[in-house]
Each structure stands twice: as C-alpha cells, then as structure tokens.
Nanobody, 114 residues
C-alpha cells in the first residue's frame, strides 16, 4: 500500500520561508508525477505545484515565483520550498500523485501570521 508522509510545516511570520518534505513509498517513483496540495479551513483541497519524473515543474498562479518544487528520485522524496509566505498560504499541505490516486497522508500544517 502506498504511503506518503509529509513534514516540515510550522508557524512562520509573513515574508518567511518553510521547506516541506514528502516521503513516498511508491513503486516506480521516478516515473510518477508528484504534486503538492493545500487545504485551508472551509475550503476544498487545491493544487499547488507538480513535478514530473524528469524534473519539469509547474505551479498554481498564486504561488508562482515564491514556491519551488523539487524531487530526489533516489530517496523517493518530494520537497516544496516556500518563500515570501503570506497569511493566505496557511493550511494543511499534502503531497500525492497527479492525479491524486493514492491515499492521502496526514499532511503538514503551515500557519503564516501577519
């Protein structure tokens, strides 16, 4: 059974940075498009960024220029470097495949104070 474990969240002031990490026990990880998603209170989970196995990445408009997704295929890890954080970036961040076919993990909480 595929398992994803997110970590790295926390409390940060506006303008600060965090680096999230996701460990994924996916067979054939290097061929799997992986993504980060965010869910804030009262809202649906939404796409933040994705990265193909070859490293090509794309982002939601609201994080372009601030967030960077990367992956280490040797370690089955996907990371999300978040800079210039804003209060609207607060929420629980999840990683999953794209499409999100795997069971969701617990996520990691990010709170940005103004």
């Amino acid at each position: 059974q595929v398992q994803v474990v997110e970590s790295g969240g926390g409390l940060v002031q506006a303008g600060g940075s965090l680096n999230l990490s996701c460990s994924a026990s996916i067979s054939g990880f290097r061929f799997t498009t992986m993504g980060w998603y965010r869910q804030s209170p009262g809202n649906q989970r939404k796409f933040v960024a994705h990265i193909l196995g070859n490293g090509f990445a794309d982002y939601a408009d609201f994080v372009k220029g601030r967030f960077t997704i990367s992956r280490d295929n040797a370690k089955n890890v996907v990371s999300l470097q978040m800079n210039m954080l804003q209060p609207d970036d607060s929420g629980v961040y999840y990683c999953n495949g794209v499409p999100a076919n795997y069971m969701w993990g617990q996520g990691t909480q990010v709170t940005v104070s103004s």
